[in-house]
């Protein structure tokens, strides 16, 4: 069964500085893909970013960007230029890469970002 | 294009009771999961269905079943209700068949029930 781990609970940054959130997660697949989800306090779970496991390079979106090492099984979530709308508590998931049949994704516990004026 | 939409927002129930959550999918996918998502932690996968079908399950007893329609919009059903039952109840959907197919699951906001 496949595992992730956010072993940070609480992080907090400067409006305008960068942030980095650790992820890690424990599978025998090759294929597979991961996220980070992003839940405000209005609960809506919203997708920040995916990374495809047979994919070299990481994975950007504006701001955010990601660190894949998947030897390591690691995946950091970066955050620059860091906003107040960025405060809410995020979520790394890891999904099987076999399409449809097992797409379920499995969740680590959160870490919850506050950001400071 | 309506993302995905769940009903109601906020349920209180007392124990032993039954309850139905609905999820509409976003609008071009037929797939639909299920998530438990207890306070201050991370969702759990309870089902997913397609094509009307429960096609994976995860830990959770019988006493949470499930019903996808035609039009792919779905149901949790949650029988014998307990306090440890209190959670928010995500709904997720995304395409796994044909061309539009991806991997990307898009979320409802949720339907927090009460047990008490």
């Known amino acids: 069964a496949q595992t992730v781990t956010q072993s940070q609970p609480e992080m907090s940054v400067q409006e305008a500085e960068t942030v980095t959130l650790s992820c890690t997660y424990d599978?025998?697949?090759?294929?597979?893909?991961l996220f980070w989800y992003k839940q405000p306090p209005s609960r809506q779970m919203i997708l920040v970013i995916r990374q495809e496991a047979y994919k070299q390079q990481n994975a950007t979106e504006n701001r955010f960007s990601v660190n894949f090492q998947k030897a390591a099984k690691s995946f950091s979530l970066k955050i620059s230029d860091s906003q107040l709308g960025d405060a809410a508590m995020y979520f790394c998931a890891y999904r099987s890469g076999h399409t449809g049949a097992n797409s379920k994704l499995t969740f680590g516990k959160g870490i919850t970002l506050s950001v400071r004026p | 294009d309506a993302g995905v939409t769940q009903s109601p927002t906020h349920l209180i129930k007392t124990r032993g009771q039954q309850v139905t959550l609905r999820c509409s999918p976003k609008s071009g996918h037929d797939t639909v999961s299920w998530y438990q998502q207890a306070l201050g932690q991370g969702p759990q996968f309870i089902f997913q269905y397609y094509e009307e079908e429960e096609r994976q399950r995860g830990n959770f007893p019988d006493r949470f079943s499930g019903h996808q329609f035609p039009n792919y919009s779905s149901e949790l059903n949650v029988n014998a209700l307990l306090l440890g039952d209190s959670a928010l109840y995500l709904c997720a959907s995304l395409s796994t068949s044909g061309r539009t197919a991806e991997e990307t699951q898009y979320f409802g906001p949720g339907t927090r029930l009460l047990v008490l």
């Open positions: 599978t025998s697949e090759s294929d597979y893909y």
